[in-house]
């Protein structure tokens, strides 16, 4: 069976800091990528998503990912998170043969101290 | 930016209680979803919905769920006997076909 792997369950980080959240797939095929945040109280939101091309994908609000096939990985990165990043993150894939269902990871919960 | 639209943002219902869960998608989007997530754990797959009909759905969507499209514009999730299990935030999502998922703010349904 498909699975998305967050491996950080919780991140607590200092305003400035470098984050990354890993994301690791088991699907072997052709998959689209998407890492959504929820910021508290509020509905999921698109970041960014990886389909084909440039693997270092950039999304909204200084947000990366890059998609390393061979480790089936997806990571998010942040050069300098800022407290208003605070918010749950979540890595979700698309196998491409198997319609348009998703499956999302467990969530990463991200608190930036001030 | 178009919002996809939930209703109520939270529901309490008594165990056996019929709900009916409301979502307006995003007007020109085609594709139609529900997602739930329990309470610390991971986002799930519940449906979709395509051209009127149900396109795939999970193993936790048994008989006591059903979802339907009735005017055009709202998309419906209906537990017909909640269990207390079914306590969680439902997630509506709508999709124009470009892979552009467009998720709701959810509806918490607690189950007493």
């Known amino acids: 069976a498909q699975s998305v792997s967050q491996h950080n369950h919780h991140v607590i980080l200092s305003e400035a800091a470098s984050l990354e959240l890993g994301c690791n797939y088991s699907?072997?095929?052709?998959?689209?990528l998407f890492w959504y945040v929820q910021y508290p109280g509020q509905h999921l939101q698109l970041l960014l998503k990886?389909?084909?091309?440039?693997?270092l994908v950039k999304g909204i609000k200084g947000f990366e990912a890059e998609f390393i096939k061979s480790k089936f990985s997806f990571n998010l990165r942040k050069p300098s998170v800022q407290w208003s990043d605070t918010a749950e993150y979540f890595c979700a894939v698309n196998p491409l043969n198997t319609g348009n269902q998703f499956y999302f990871g467990t969530g990463t919960s991200l608190t930036v101290i001030p | 930016e178009p919002e996809v639209t939930q209703t109520p943002s939270h529901q309490v219902t008594q165990m056996g209680q019929e709900v009916i869960l409301r979502c307006v998608p995003i007007?020109?989007?085609?594709?139609f979803y529900w997602y739930r997530q329990i309470l610390g754990q991971k986002v799930e797959f519940l449906v979709s919905f395509y051209n009127n009909e149900i396109s795939e759905k999970s193993e936790i969507f048994d008989d006591q769920f059903s979802v339907e499209r009735p005017d055009g514009s709202n998309f419906t999730l209906k537990i017909r006997s909640t269990k207390l299990e079914d306590s969680a935030m439902y997630f509506c999502a709508s999709e124009g076909g470009d892979y552009g998922y467009t998720f709701g703010s959810g509806t918490r349904l607690t189950v007493v």
């Open positions: 990886y389909f084909s091309g440039d693997p």
């Open positions: 007007s020109n989007h085609l594709y």
């Open positions: 699907y072997g095929g052709t998959v689209n």
